[in-house]
């Protein structure tokens, strides 16, 4: 069966440090990636996908980028932290065959101070 | 454009009541529905989905949502609300392309004891 894992779950962070969360899925091969951040009281924003290793699309401006090094990872990453980078983080997975539903992972909740 | 929106941002229901969530989509094409739950400080549990076919869809935890062309609706129910279902619900429609599902702002749901 297919199992996505992130981590960390929680991390503390002060203003203008880096960010690195990861997320591996297994059990499936070539998945769609996701990030999408939710922060306190909203809803869920996408923040980048990707169909494949390199290839790497961001549906809005802001002071994070996302990687993919391999078939099954994908990296949220930051080089400078703004106080309103902080929420919570969600990894998710689909089907290539863009059957429709995502699969989610834990979550890692990001506070910047 | 496309969207979704949840009318209800809290809600609160008595154990045993009866519990109906409301969802209504903007939409070009026939859609996918989803109905996502999620518990404080963890990802996202799909709930039940809604590809085509039968309009009436049964999930898990005893939900069932049913599907309303006419008006754009996807609502969520259940007959009988248990403490545990105590949470945050989620309604999405996709998909847009490599299956970005666009989420609405969510419900969170209280159950009194």
């Known amino acids: 069966s297919q199992t996505i894992h992130q981590w960390p779950a929680t991390l503390v962070q002060p203003v203008g440090s880096p960010l690195s969360l990861e997320c591996t899925v297994e059990?499936?091969?070539?998945?769609?990636l996701y990030w999408y951040r939710q922060a306190a009281g909203r809803g869920l924003q996408l923040l980048f996908y990707s169909v494949g290793i390199g290839q790497i699309s961001s549906e809005v401006p802001q002071n994070l980028s996302a990687s993919r090094p391999q078939d099954r990872q994908f990296i949220l990453s930051s080089k400078k932290l703004l106080l309103s980078d902080s929420g919570f983080y969600l990894c998710?997975?689909?089907?290539?065959?863009?059957?429709?539903?995502?699969?989610f992972g834990e979550g890692s909740r990001l506070t910047v101070l | 454009a496309q969207s979704v929106t949840q009318p209800d941002i809290h809600i609160t229901v008595s154990e045993g009541a009866s519990l109906e969530l409301r969802c209504n989509y903007s939409y070009g094409a026939t859609p996918y529905l989803f109905w996502y739950v999620q518990s404080p400080g963890q990802g996202l549990q799909l709930l039940l989905k809604y590809f085509s076919g039968d309009t009436l869809v049964q999930g898990i935890k005893g939900f069932e949502a049913e599907f309303k062309r006419s008006q754009s609706s996807f609502n969520l129910r259940k007959p009988s609300v248990h403490w545990s279902d105590a949470a945050e619900y989620f309604c999405a429609v996709g998909p847009t392309g490599y299956n970005k599902l666009i989420f609405g702002a969510g419900t969170r749901l209280a159950v009194h004891p």
């Open positions: 059990g499936t091969s070539n998945p769609n």
């Open positions: 998710a997975w689909s089907s290539p065959m863009n059957t429709g539903e995502l699969f």
